[in-house]
T-cell receptor
């Protein structure tokens, strides 16, 4: 069945690096998305992976291993504004290409 | 600027009442979606539409209805049959369903509560 797991909450220090993991079990993998969501606001798109490896985009990078059903989002040089929830979503071919969403990881940045 | 507009931002529903949430996009996207977000859970798909005058049920369609009479608009009605409607409702849109790296873009959401 469909299952996406992320840690519920993480804490990190301003200026540091943090890695948010996402593991998944889905039918017909067709890509993985990471979104950022500030409390009470809309999710905004961060990154997309469909092939194994690392995608880098400024301070944010995302990694995918399809054989392990595993992805991570790496945030460098953390800023206070990075305090938000980070959502992992997998697109499933067998679900008419719909996104299956994890519950999100709440990231708390401390000074 | 192109984007997705949801209204109202906050909505209160009385017992036995139907309420309609508005979603409008000017991104010229073909596909539109409605999600429900509850604390501690991932987004759950209510309905989606790939083309005007056509839509499909998502995982939790019971107690909801939609229409897609125009490309730009995809309103969601929460009917009295939905016994637990209190949630944050998010509308999204994207280019052709499942096309490569095209992400879904979200509106700012509507928070629905029961009076």
């Amino acid at each position: 069945g469909q299952n996406i797991d992320q840690p519920t909450e993480m804490t990190a220090t301003e200026g540091a690096i943090v890695q948010i993991n996402c593991t998944y079990q889905t039918s017909g993998f067709n890509g993985l998305f990471w979104y950022q969501q500030h409390a009470g606001e809309a999710p905004t798109f961060l990154s997309y992976n469909v092939l194994d490896g690392l995608e880098e985009k400024g301070r944010f990078s995302s990694f995918l291993s399809r054989s392990k059903g595993y992805s991570y989002l790496l945030l460098k040089e953390l800023q206070m504004k990075d305090s938000a929830s980070y959502l992992c979503a997998v697109r499933e071919r067998d679900s008419n290409y719909q996104l299956i969403w994890g519950a999100g990881t709440k990231l708390i940045i401390k000074p | 600027d192109g984007g997705i507009t949801q209204s109202p931002k906050y909505l209160f529903r009385k017992e036995g009442q139907n309420v309609t949430l508005s979603c409008e996009q000017n991104l010229n996207h073909d596909a539109m979606y409605w999600y429900r977000q509850d604390p501690g859970q991932g987004l759950r798909l209510i309905y989606y539409s790939q083309i005007v005058n056509d839509f499909q049920k998502g995982d939790i369609a019971e107690g909801y209805s939609v229409s897609r009479e125009k490309k730009e608009s995809f309103p969601l009605t929460v009917t009295s049959a939905q016994k637990n409607p209190t949630a944050f409702y998010l509308c999204a849109s994207s280019t052709i369903l499942g096309l490569h790296n095209q992400p879904q873009h979200f509106g700012d959401g509507t928070r629905l509560s029961i009076l």
